[in-house]
Nanobody, 121 residues
Framework: HVQLVESGGGSAQVGGSLRLSCSAS??????MAWFRQAPGQKREAVAAITTGGSSTMYHDSVKGRFTISRESGKNTVHLQMNSLMPEDSGVYYC?????????????????WGRGTQVTVS
C-alpha cells in the first residue's frame, strides 16, 4: 500500500514563501504532482514532475512563482512557493502514479496524500 505524506504547510504573508514536501512509500519511481483546493472550489492541478525530474509542468497561475523538484532517485518532491498571493490559499495535496498521462487531471493519479493547509494573508 503506497502512502504519501505531505509536510510544510502553514501561514505566510502576501509576497512570502513556503516550501512543501511530500514523500511516497512506493518502491518504484512515480510521476508526482501537487494539487490544491480552496474552500468551495474544485481541486486543481498546480505542478507536476516526471520520474527523472527532467520535465516539470505548471498551472499558468503559478508559473514563475512556484518550483517543483524531486530528490534524485526518490519519490520525494518539493514545492517551493514564492511571491504568495491570497488566492494561493487552500489545502495542497500530493499525488502520484506510476503511469504518465494528463498531468493536470485528478483521475491520472492513483495515490494521494491527506493534504496540508496553506494560508496566505
Amino acid at each position: 500500500h503506497v502512502q504519501l505524506v505531505e509536510s510544510g504547510g502553514g501561514s505566510a504573508q502576501v509576497g512570502g514563501s513556503l516550501r512543501l514536501s511530500c514523500s511516497a512509500s512506493a518502491d518504484a519511481l512515480m510521476y508526482m504532482a501537487w494539487f490544491r483546493q480552496a474552500p468551495g472550489q474544485k481541486r486543481e492541478a498546480v505542478a507536476a514532475i516526471t520520474t527523472g525530474g527532467s520535465s516539470t509542468m505548471y498551472h499558468d497561475s503559478v508559473k514563475g512563482r512556484f518550483t517543483i523538484s524531486r530528490e534524485s532517485g526518490k519519490n520525494t518532491v518539493h514545492l517551493q512557493m514564492n511571491s504568495l498571493m491570497p488566492e494561493d490559499s487552500g489545502v495542497y495535496y500530493c499525488a502520484g502514479d506510476r503511469s504518465y498521462g494528463a498531468w493536470y487531471m485528478e483521475s491520472q493519479y492513483k495515490y494521494w496524500g491527506r493534504g496540508t493547509q496553506v494560508t496566505v494573508s
